[in-house]
């Protein structure tokens, strides 16, 4: 049984930097056509894509966060990073990390596992 | 950018059947999955490729397609099926992922 779980500062300053990780158990990191994901949602509101990384390296961002996010991956220790840049207070969330299980034959993907969340404030 | 639609709300008595709608252009391209969220949990994956249903997720689930709309339906509600209901699918090239903004189910 694959299981995910973030951790990292729960609180963070405005304009810093914010910085989870993500370890994987139960399975490896680097097997099979999985894309290594983080999610997030706003208290009260909806989920919203952040980005993937494939245990390659190769990453890609929701648009809208492009500028800010980097996510990296360390196989040897099976864990994924999220790094957000230049954070206000409506980065305040609950940060999901989960795995993207890849369609064959498509470029689409659908979230399987999922880490239990983890709440971030931005406040001073 | 991209934007999947779905109901705020839907409320059905128990036993009955519920149905919650998403709507987006690329969804004639692109596969739909749908997600349920109680209350402080992580969501919960109920169909996914428009219509399979993942193991442990009981039958009373479905998924439906149709042009831009596909439909999650929840046959017999029970009273542990209020919850809220994502779908997510992706743009029109496949490259970002989209979440509709949730529906919130209410078994009264």
């Known amino acids: 049984q694959v299981q995910l779980q973030e951790s990292g500062p729960g609180l963070v300053k405005p304009s810093q930097t914010l910085s989870l990780t993500c370890t994987v158990s139960g399975g490896s990191i680097s097997s099979g056509d999985y894309y290594w994901s983080w999610i997030r949602q706003p208290p009260g509101k909806g989920l919203e894509w952040i980005g993937y990384?494939?245990?390659?390296?190769?990453?890609y961002y929701n648009p809208s966060l492009k500028s800010r996010v980097t996510i990296s991956v360390d196989t040897s220790k099976n864990q994924f990073s999220l790094k957000l840049s230049s954070v206000t207070a409506a980065d305040t969330a609950v940060y999901y990390c989960?795995?993207?299980?890849?369609?064959?034959?498509?470029?689409?993907?659908?979230?399987?596992?999922w880490g239990q969340g983890t709440l971030v404030t931005v406040s001073s | 950018s991209y934007e999947l639609t779905q109901p705020p709300s839907v409320s059905v008595s128990p036993g009955q059947t519920a149905r919650i709608t998403c709507s987006g252009d690329?969804?004639?391209?692109?596969?739909a999955y749908w997600y349920q969220q109680k209350p402080g949990q992580a969501p919960v994956l109920v169909i996914y490729k428009d219509s399979e249903r993942p193991s442990g997720i009981p039958e009373r689930f479905s998924g439906s397609s149709s042009g831009t709309t596909v439909t999650l339906t929840i046959s017999g509600v029970q009273a542990e099926d209020e919850a809220d209901y994502y779908c997510q699918s992706a743009d029109s090239s496949g490259t970002s992922v989209v979440f509709g903004g949730g529906t919130k189910l209410t078994v009264l």
């Open positions: 990384i494939y245990y390659s390296g190769s990453t």
């Open positions: 989960a795995r993207g299980v890849v369609v064959a034959a498509t470029p689409s993907y659908y979230f399987d596992y």
């Open positions: 690329a969804l004639p391209k692109q596969y």
